[in-house]
């Protein structure tokens, strides 16, 4: 058992200060320390993509990332993507679209969705699907994810 | 009352647990946090058959943090093995005891402060294993010189049974024109949810008690089996269900093994221990459908129709057979002759025992395995007929003016017109154009097939079909079981408002939403203003054997229970408000929540006062009525008898019906599949939610091409799986999901309240066949016989090869 490390990050603009044994999952240190449980470990070997977070702006899968190796970043998972209580279009258009049904994968397609769509803010369909095929799900067959990210890509190109 | 316009049921009103699950704020199995909560890790079996000559556990119990070992030893100290609906002396524990017989089954579990700590102990057990031959393959393992897995059976066969229905085999064959014959092989594979088993389990001394949560989809029959397995009375076994399943596509009815072996383990080492379930564990040891070895024949007329079928399914159930097995085999009966008016059924199966992983029911249980031979073995025959396929179909199917109609072997289909709804699916394809463009494509050298399936699909389980395992003979020294019974609660609190305690225990379908819309229409409110409560625990909440959501329960058993709780509930509120408005409870009329004499509408009391009056003074209520207002219902389907004594049964409750229609192209150069086309119909009953219907279908839809063309839990003939992580068991993303045209064809069921059948199970069974039609199609300018699954662009590929280089 190594000593552990203290870990310093920033999550959904929260600044959080930990120790973590080198070998602890940042996915893990989000749950179990942090106690951020809408982050949902799946597959643990950076397949299924449950685990999305955006890391310093960047979708990452944060079960192949180690928890030490966070410090300093500013992390954001699914509980930093509604605002004041309110849904994000994005988050709205699932629930419109009938996009997610036993959630567990959600957190993970929400933030992959959230950076896709900042870098492509009008995407064809087909680009659409590529970009959600990161994420595995069980349950949708993924149709009406993807109607949803095209329907967020509407709602929110008209807000801006 | 079914089919009857309403206002909320029937609308695609938006799902109310998306809030939460939007958010992050759900409560799945590894949320439960609780005080001192210690963490376990399962050692794992590497070999796939050795005996356990010595577990050494005295490093791993020195390793930091460890609080526990438990093994094999223990296990069968304090538990006995499972029950099963099988006749031979099954020995299923939780954990091997003196032998192992697959790759990934448990052997020790260790208990420490943490999971990463409890892993760091396992590598420190020693396990001599004195390795066996194993056996994989389903004919194999039955040969008498094969491996046996367990000794005091003394053969590889768990179960096997001959049945007849009908006119004699051979005599039918003598009025047919053409036997047609030919060998399946249908693979294993599994739901793989994205969230795999949890257990949190806790044990007290003082009352010799536990409590256990779990991610368990039902059934609960197994809740009753678990309590008998630890040898405690089933009411001193508290199981807890959390609101949120994240998926289980019948996989996560094969947790309650693991509720044993965290009980045995928590009462050992006196703490409250979790287990979470890693994706390489759940690969490997979870659960699959069983793969199926199917030699089966079609005594056919020229003109197409069918007189008859023989066939011998042999299912491997591997290392163990446990509950619900044997229903693998069983589970179809009433529906074995799917839409098609076929009198004549003459059957043999095999369960067997190989060393592979176990298995669970799975999204479709069983239909997938019968329907991918009975529907290839129809396209075959009209092949050989030289008759259209869709042609022989017309040809088959059971008549509208039929209904009900009672299959050979006891289904009993309520309603349907399965014409008109196969023929919706070609009218969505255009058929007639697609075989235009296919004969075009084909002349220019293109790999174009059109694959059809038209099959019915069966919802809520009668549970009588697991006897069917046991002869008739063996069966009458037994009681009868029946029953497909679903619980829901009511309650209208002092303030008016409306809670509904499902017993429905959900995995994704959207019941809290369904359920608010009902109680909607029922109550006249709004369904925001109703609370559902999912979580089960077996402590509070009606169960019964059958509870739990599996075998597309909901829509019709769920939903009538929820229905008459319902209206219990409004047939009180109405003795109320007659007292109140001294008047006859008769004169009584209920009206968008209001309650008011027939004759005088303006004078009308709410609900809510009418909750008023029964909770906040008891004293005034009329003679006879308890405090309160709610409504309870464990309803049973009146279709859910026992066997008959000629191995008849109603095996289902209500029958759908889906009509698949796929156009594929093959690349020839690379084996790789496109959807040119597909047109899905499905007959559902009463829509309840179309959009959360849709998402059903289209969800069983990419599974069923998981299982049709990428997953498989494979295994190599010294019985290691090849396939434990996702790198290697490939579930389809969303580049693998073709656009699908999912139509409805509606015919209300006359024995449900809403006229509503399942829905999320249809393409799971009616997709591998056609997809397999599809290719078949598509090959058979080349002289390419499909018979198997997954088919894998490479497997394609070398069919293709394997072709060409025979007519070269």
């Given at each position: 058992?190594?000593?552990?490390?203290?870990?310093?990050?920033?999550?959904?603009?929260?600044?959080?200060?930990?120790?973590?044994?080198?070998?602890?999952?940042?996915?893990?240190?989000?749950?179990?320390?942090?106690?951020?449980?809408?982050?949902?470990?799946?597959?643990?070997?950076?397949?299924?993509?449950?685990?999305?977070?955006?890391?310093?702006?960047?979708?990452?899968?944060?079960?192949?990332?180690?928890?030490?190796?966070?410090?300093?970043?500013?992390?954001?998972?699914?509980?930093?993507?509604?605002?004041?209580?309110?849904?994000?279009?994005?988050?709205?258009?699932?629930?419109?679209?009938?996009?997610?049904?036993?959630?567990?994968?959600?957190?993970?397609?929400?933030?992959?969705?959230?950076?896709?769509?900042?870098?492509?803010?009008?995407?064809?369909?087909?680009?659409?699907?590529?970009?959600?095929?990161?994420?595995?799900?069980?349950?949708?067959?993924?149709?009406?994810?993807?109607?949803?990210?095209?329907?967020?890509?509407?709602?929110?190109?008209?807000?801006? | 009352?079914?089919?009857?316009?309403?206002?909320?049921?029937?609308?695609?009103?938006?799902?109310?647990?998306?809030?939460?699950?939007?958010?992050?704020?759900?409560?799945?199995?590894?949320?439960?946090?609780?005080?001192?909560?210690?963490?376990?890790?399962?050692?794992?079996?590497?070999?796939?058959?050795?005996?356990?000559?010595?577990?050494?556990?005295?490093?791993?119990?020195?390793?930091?943090?460890?609080?526990?070992?438990?093994?094999?030893?223990?296990?069968?100290?304090?538990?006995?093995?499972?029950?099963?609906?099988?006749?031979?002396?099954?020995?299923?524990?939780?954990?091997?005891?003196?032998?192992?017989?697959?790759?990934?089954?448990?052997?020790?579990?260790?208990?420490?402060?943490?999971?990463?700590?409890?892993?760091?102990?396992?590598?420190?057990?020693?396990?001599?294993?004195?390795?066996?031959?194993?056996?994989?393959?389903?004919?194999?393992?039955?040969?008498?010189?094969?491996?046996?897995?367990?000794?005091?059976?003394?053969?590889?066969?768990?179960?096997?049974?001959?049945?007849?229905?009908?006119?004699?085999?051979?005599?039918?064959?003598?009025?047919?024109?053409?036997?047609?014959?030919?060998?399946?092989?249908?693979?294993?594979?599994?739901?793989?949810?994205?969230?795999?088993?949890?257990?949190?389990?806790?044990?007290?001394?003082?009352?010799?008690?536990?409590?256990?949560?779990?991610?368990?989809?039902?059934?609960?029959?197994?809740?009753?089996?678990?309590?008998?397995?630890?040898?405690?009375?089933?009411?001193?076994?508290?199981?807890?269900?959390?609101?949120?399943?994240?998926?289980?596509?019948?996989?996560?009815?094969?947790?309650?093994?693991?509720?044993?072996?965290?009980?045995?383990?928590?009462?050992?080492?006196?703490?409250?221990?979790?287990?979470?379930?890693?994706?390489?564990?759940?690969?490997?040891?979870?659960?699959?459908?069983?793969?199926?070895?199917?030699?089966?024949?079609?005594?056919?007329?020229?003109?197409?129709?069918?007189?008859?079928?023989?066939?011998?399914?042999?299912?491997?159930?591997?290392?163990?057979?446990?509950?619900?097995?044997?229903?693998?085999?069983?589970?179809?009966?009433?529906?074995?002759?799917?839409?098609?008016?076929?009198?004549?059924?003459?059957?043999?199966?095999?369960?067997?025992?190989?060393?592979?992983?176990?298995?669970?029911?799975?999204?479709?249980?069983?239909?997938?395995?019968?329907?991918?031979?009975?529907?290839?073995?129809?396209?075959?025959?009209?092949?050989?007929?030289?008759?259209?396929?869709?042609?022989?179909?017309?040809?088959?199917?059971?008549?509208?003016?039929?209904?009900?109609?009672?299959?050979?072997?006891?289904?009993?289909?309520?309603?349907?017109?399965?014409?008109?709804?196969?023929?919706?699916?070609?009218?969505?394809?255009?058929?007639?154009?697609?075989?235009?463009?296919?004969?075009?494509?084909?002349?220019?050298?293109?790999?174009?097939?059109?694959?059809?399936?038209?099959?019915?699909?069966?919802?809520?389980?009668?549970?009588?079909?697991?006897?069917?395992?046991?002869?008739?003979?063996?069966?009458?020294?037994?009681?009868?079981?029946?029953?497909?019974?679903?619980?829901a609660?009511?309650?209208?609190?002092?303030?008016?408002?409306?809670?509904v305690?499902c017993?429905t225990?959900?995995?994704?379908?959207?019941h809290e939403t369904v359920i608010s819309q009902i109680i909607?229409?029922?109550?006249?409110?709004?369904?925001?203003?109703v609370?559902v409560?999912s979580?089960?625990?077996?402590?509070?909440?009606?169960?019964?054997?059958?509870?739990?959501?599996?075998?597309?329960?909901?829509?019709?058993?769920g939903t009538?229970?929820i229905?008459?709780?319902?209206?219990?509930?409004?047939?009180?509120?109405?003795?109320?408000?007659?007292?109140?408005?001294?008047?006859?409870?008769?004169?009584?009329?209920?009206?968008?929540?209001?309650?008011?004499?027939?004759?005088?509408?303006?004078?009308?009391?709410?609900?809510?006062?009418?909750?008023?009056?029964?909770?906040?003074?008891?004293?005034?209520?009329?003679?006879?009525?308890?405090?309160?207002?709610?409504?309870?219902?464990?309803?049973?389907?009146?279709?859910?008898?026992?066997?008959?004594?000629?191995?008849?049964?109603?095996?289902?409750?209500?029958?759908?019906?889906?009509?698949?229609?796929?156009?594929?192209?093959?690349?020839?150069?690379?084996?790789?599949?496109?959807?040119?086309?597909?047109?899905?119909?499905?007959?559902?009953?009463?829509?309840?939610?179309?959009?959360?219907?849709?998402?059903?279908?289209?969800?069983?839809?990419?599974?069923?091409?998981?299982?049709?063309?990428?997953?498989?839990?494979?295994?190599?003939?010294?019985?290691?799986?090849?396939?434990?992580?996702?790198?290697?068991?490939?579930?389809?993303?969303?580049?693998?999901?073709?656009?699908?045209?999912?139509?409805?064809?509606?015919?209300?069921?006359?024995?449900?309240?809403?006229?509503?059948?399942?829905?999320?199970?249809?393409?799971?069974?009616?997709?591998?066949?056609?997809?397999?039609?599809?290719?078949?199609?598509?090959?058979?300018?080349?002289?390419?016989?499909?018979?198997?699954?997954?088919?894998?662009?490479?497997?394609?590929?070398?069919?293709?090869?394997?072709?060409?280089?025979?007519?070269?």
């Open positions: 058992m190594a000593d552990k490390r203290q870990v310093k990050v920033k999550v959904n603009g929260v600044e959080y200060e930990g120790y973590a044994e080198p070998r602890k999952l940042l996915s893990d240190f989000l749950r179990d320390d942090l106690e951020l449980l809408g982050t949902h470990v799946g597959c643990e070997h950076g397949i299924c993509g449950a685990c999305t977070i955006l890391f310093n702006g960047e979708p990452i899968r944060s079960c192949l990332m180690f928890a030490v190796q966070a410090t300093g970043a500013e992390i954001m998972t699914v509980e930093g993507i509604a605002e004041n209580g309110k849904l994000h279009p994005i988050q709205e258009a699932f629930n419109e679209h009938h996009a997610l049904q036993c959630g567990f994968c959600t957190p993970g397609m929400l933030i992959t969705v959230y950076h896709f769509l900042k870098e492509n803010p009008n995407p064809t369909e087909e680009e659409a699907r590529e970009a959600v095929s990161g994420v595995l799900c069980r349950c949708t067959g993924y149709t009406q994810i993807v109607e949803a990210v095209m329907a967020a890509a509407e709602k929110m190109r008209i807000a801006a | 009352m079914s089919g009857e316009k309403k206002k909320w049921v029937g609308s695609s009103y938006k799902r109310k647990e998306d809030m939460r699950l939007l958010t992050g704020r759900g409560t799945f199995m590894d949320d439960i946090l609780l005080p001192n909560m210690k963490h376990a890790a399962i050692l794992r079996s590497p070999y796939a058959h050795a005996k356990i000559l010595d577990v050494d556990i005295s490093e791993a119990l020195k390793a930091p943090g460890v609080i526990g070992v438990v093994t094999g030893e223990d296990v069968k100290k304090a538990s006995k093995p499972y029950p099963c609906g099988v006749t031979i002396p099954t020995k299923y524990y939780t954990c091997a005891v003196d032998k192992v017989r697959f790759v990934g089954e448990p052997v020790a579990v260790v208990v420490a402060d943490n999971r990463y700590l409890a892993e760091d102990a396992l590598d420190l057990i020693e396990v001599d294993y004195d390795p066996l031959e194993a056996v994989v393959d389903i004919e194999k393992a039955i040969e008498p010189d094969a491996p046996v897995l367990h000794e005091n059976i003394g053969s590889n066969i768990y179960n096997h049974r001959f049945f007849k229905y009908g006119t004699d085999w051979d005599t039918l064959c003598q009025e047919a024109d053409e036997v047609v014959k030919w060998k399946f092989n249908f693979p294993k594979y599994a739901g793989s949810p994205i969230e795999t088993y949890g257990v949190i389990a806790s044990y007290s001394s003082f009352e010799n008690s536990y409590v256990v949560y779990n991610n368990y989809q039902g059934p609960f029959v197994n809740h009753a089996l678990t309590a008998m397995a630890l040898g405690i009375p089933e009411n001193k076994m508290r199981w807890i269900i959390p609101t949120d399943i994240g998926g289980g596509f019948g996989t996560k009815t094969g947790i309650y093994p693991y509720c044993a072996l965290m009980s045995i383990v928590a009462k050992k080492t006196g703490v409250t221990v979790k287990w979470i379930e890693d994706r390489r564990e759940h690969l490997l040891a979870s659960a699959t459908c069983t793969d199926r070895v199917t030699y089966i024949e079609a005594a056919v007329r020229k003109d197409g129709k069918i007189l008859g079928l023989k066939d011998k399914a042999m299912d491997t159930t591997g290392g163990y057979i446990r509950p619900p097995e044997p229903g693998c085999a069983y589970r179809s009966t009433g529906n074995h002759t799917g839409a098609y008016d076929i009198r004549n059924l003459d059957r043999e199966v095999y369960i067997v025992a190989t060393n592979k992983g176990l298995t669970a029911p799975l999204r479709g249980y069983g239909c997938q395995e019968l329907y991918f031979s009975t529907e290839r073995i129809t396209d075959m025959a009209a092949a050989k007929l030289g008759i259209d396929p869709a042609e022989i179909r017309f040809k088959n199917f059971v008549q509208p003016e039929q209904m009900p109609y009672t299959t050979a072997t006891g289904g009993y289909y309520d309603v349907g017109n399965y014409p008109a709804a196969f023929q919706k699916c070609l009218d969505i394809v255009e058929y007639d154009k697609m075989r235009e463009y296919q004969k075009k494509a084909r002349a220019e050298g293109r790999l174009v097939g059109i694959g059809l399936a038209s099959v019915v699909d069966p919802s809520v389980t009668n549970i009588a079909y697991v006897a069917i395992g046991k002869t008739i003979e063996e069966r009458k020294n037994e009681r009868d079981k029946s029953g497909s019974g679903e619980a609660i009511v309650k209208v609190d002092p303030l008016g408002g409306i809670t305690i017993s225990n959900p995995q994704g379908q959207g909607a229409d029922e109550f006249g409110v709004h369904p925001d203003e609370v409560d979580v089960l625990d077996s402590s509070d909440r009606l169960y019964s054997i059958t509870t739990g959501s599996f075998s597309s329960r909901f829509a019709s058993s009538t229970a229905v008459r709780a319902s209206r219990q509930c409004i047939e009180k509120a109405k003795k109320i408000a007659a007292h109140l408005m001294k008047i006859k409870v008769e004169d009584v009329v209920m009206e968008e929540g209001k309650f008011f004499a027939k004759d005088k509408p303006e004078k009308a009391i709410k609900l809510r006062h009418i909750a008023g009056a029964a909770h906040w003074n008891q004293y005034d209520l009329p003679e006879g009525i308890d405090a309160g207002l709610f409504g309870t219902s464990l309803w049973t389907m009146p279709t859910s008898r026992p066997p008959d004594g000629k191995d008849r049964v109603n095996s289902s409750n209500t029958y759908g019906f889906v009509a698949e229609a796929i156009v594929v192209e093959v690349d020839q150069e690379t084996g790789e599949i496109t959807f040119l086309k597909w047109a899905s119909v499905h007959d559902a009953g009463t829509i309840l939610n179309p959009q959360i219907v849709r998402g059903q279908v289209l969800g069983s839809i990419v599974q069923a091409i998981g299982g049709s063309m990428y997953e498989e839990q494979a295994y190599d003939e010294h019985g290691q799986c090849l396939t434990a992580s996702f790198a290697d068991y490939l579930c389809p993303t969303a580049m693998e999901m073709p656009k699908v045209d999912v139509d409805h064809f509606e015919s209300p069921s006359v024995l449900t309240a809403l006229g509503s059948k399942g829905a999320g199970e249809g393409s799971s069974m009616s997709v591998p066949p056609a997809i397999g039609n599809a290719i078949a199609d598509a090959l058979a300018p080349l002289g390419v016989v499909v018979d198997e699954l997954p088919l894998s662009p490479s497997k394609i590929w070398h069919m293709i090869d394997e072709a060409k280089a025979k007519t070269n």
